[in-house]
């Protein structure tokens, strides 16, 4: 069965650049989160869409912007990075939104020089 | 504002025993989704079980299981049968909102030894 499929799935970054961040939903799926983890922590929401309208949002810093597309994929565009932006992001895709299961993807490790 | 406890942030169990996972939560809700969650050292989120707050039954996934004590706002996951592929971060999340987005718990790290 097919994946969410995140891309790169590394990515290194110096103090101030930018960094574009893809996910692709499993088909079908209209709903795309994206999470944070960073090291020894828990995943923590920033954004999320759904029939590529923002549908609610957590806490994403303001240098971050995200979007879906008209064939689903998202985007996570991060500006003006930073040493505590090293992370590992994750996208989750689902079906509907209250209590449906989110297939995460393999996730995007960041590490900000 | 809704949060997910997870007191136990290390345990380790025998193979081919029973161990269980503590989770507790805290909401105003009625209507709500549990989740576990499994991450093993390549970092993948894989669903381990999920749990509706109106079913009463208590969720099972082969050697996985609940039990889901809505007056106590407990969830706690049962792993029988433990086996060396289950040493992960298992991880405990509710979905309360209106939009689905997931609260995880800090995590408990379990180690199976042979």
């Known amino acids: 069965a097919a994946g969410v499929i995140q891309s790169p799935r590394h990515l290194i970054k110096e103090k101030r650049e930018t960094a574009t961040l893809k996910c692709y939903p499993i088909?079908?799926?209209?709903?795309v989160y994206w999470y944070q983890q960073g090291p020894g922590q828990d995943p923590q929401f920033l954004i999320s869409?759904?029939?590529?309208?923002?549908?609610d949002k957590g806490s994403i810093p303001d240098r971050f912007s995200a979007q879906q597309f008209s064939d689903y994929h998202s985007e996570l565009n991060m500006s003006s990075l930073e040493l505590g932006d090293s992370a590992l992001y994750f996208c989750?895709?689902?079906?509907?939104?209250?209590?449906?299961?989110?297939?995460f993807g393999p996730g995007t490790r960041l590490t900000v020089l | 504002a809704q949060t997910v406890t997870q007191s136990q942030p290390e345990m380790s169990v025998q193979e081919a025993e029973t161990v269980t996972l503590s989770c507790t939560y805290d909401?105003?809700?009625?209507?709500?989704?549990l989740f576990w969650y499994k991450q093993p050292p390549s970092r993948q989120m894989i669903l381990v079980i999920r749990?509706?707050?109106?079913?009463?039954q208590n969720a099972t996934e082969n050697r996985f299981s609940v039990n889901f004590q809505k007056a106590a706002k407990s969830f706690s996951l049962k792993i029988s049968d433990s086996q060396l592929g289950d040493t992960a971060m298992y991880f405990c999340?509710?979905?309360?909102?209106?939009?689905?987005?997931?609260?995880f718990g800090k995590g408990t790290k379990l180690s199976v030894k042979p």
């Open positions: 989750a895709s689902s079906s509907e939104t209250k209590g449906a299961v989110q297939f």
């Open positions: 088909p079908r799926h209209d709903t």
């Open positions: 869409f759904y029939e590529k309208m923002q549908s």
């Open positions: 909401t105003s809700e009625s209507n709500y989704y």
């Open positions: 749990q509706e707050a109106y079913k009463q």
């Open positions: 999340a509710f979905d309360g909102g209106s939009q689905g987005n997931l609260i």
